[in-house]
């Protein structure tokens, strides 16, 4: 058996674990992210490294990291709640610090491997992974791994104009419309109130006492994603897309977005689209991490 340490990197806590070669959890606990600096950072993990060596020989170290990450480089491009982790070359720090193989993976990617490891699309070759929260991201897989795209944009839904491109420069993203906060706003301008008063639960618990106006704008906002969701199945055509993030988990939803799919099909020699909920929450990234380190790893075996 061979043991891996594990992080997810996140802008308040990293969260970290000891796990084996089959994604099982040996021990798991969080530390706050250091706010300091590089440094502090790299301390932190090697802090958490040495503390499972004095109990498991350590097989290599799997990140999942906020930002556009060049898993070939290990430079992290973008922009993120950590500015330090963009410049450094993340992957060289940590292996010279600790003296182990690294490697790391955007979060959401993660999120989206570990579905297709031993998750809700375990079976599938290709995939989308889309991700519902303050914005709309996700995972692009293709034969089993990340596309990241000539940019590493692959996977950047919410980037898609959806509507009122002729009134404006750009138009409404998915994101700024189908994302969580985007439907706070929305209800926000509708009744009038500060947007910052308000967040995906206190909006859904509007709409269960009965106020009509939010009732709607969640109309609109399953709708919103229903249309995305169809735009990216006859644009990659997957076999199968999962949905994650918290706003995912409402009981319901998803099956609302499935009736949408179903009124939008246009006739019946067209694709049946579903939406499937993600398996895993909190860990998926920790998960995914795991096994695109795995993935790495077998690739460089095989091109010896």
């Not at 995972?139 to 950047?156: C, P, Q």
């Not at 269960?208 to 969701?229: H, M, N, P, S």
Request: net charge negative.
């Amino acid at each position: 058996m061979t043991y891996y340490a594990v992080f997810d990197v996140g802008g308040s806590a990293i969260k970290y674990a000891l796990m084996n070669e089959a994604g099982h959890f040996i021990e798991k606990s969080s530390i706050p992210t250091p706010i300091d600096g590089i440094d502090s950072f790299v301390n932190a993990i090697d802090f958490v490294v040495k503390k499972f060596q004095k109990s498991h020989v350590l097989s290599g170290i799997a990140l999942s990291m906020p930002g556009a990450v060049d898993v070939e480089s290990g430079y992290i491009k973008g922009v993120t709640a950590l500015p330090y982790i963009h410049g450094p070359n993340m992957k060289k720090l940590i292996q010279e610090r600790t003296g182990l193989t690294v490697e790391l993976e955007n979060d959401a990617n993660c999120a989206g491997l570990a579905e297709g490891w031993i998750g809700a699309a375990k079976g599938n070759q290709d995939y989308i992974c889309i991700v519902i929260g303050t914005g709309i991201g996700g995972a692009l897989i293709l034969n089993k791994k990340v596309r990241h795209g000539s940019n590493l944009f692959g996977g950047e839904f919410g980037y898609m104009i959806l509507e009122d491109y002729f009134e404006q420069p750009i138009g409404e993203t998915w994101s700024s419309l189908a994302a969580t906060w985007g439907l706070v706003m929305q209800v926000a301008k509708r009744k009038n109130m500060d947007p910052y008063s308000l967040n995906g639960i206190t909006v859904f618990e509007m709409a269960d006492e009965g106020d009509l106006e939010v009732q709607d704008e969640i109309e609109k906002f399953i709708k919103r994603l229903a249309v995305g969701i169809y735009n990216l199945q006859y644009i990659i055509d997957p076999e199968k897309i999962l949905i994650g993030g918290a706003i995912s988990r409402r009981e319901g939803l998803i099956d609302q977005i499935n009736e949408k799919l179903k009124v939008m099909k246009p006739n019946e020699d067209c694709v049946d689209i579903q939406v499937h909920p993600c398996q895993f929450g909190n860990d998926s990234n920790l998960i995914g991490a795991l096994y695109h380190f795995l993935q790495r790893k077998q690739d460089s075996l095989s091109t010896r």
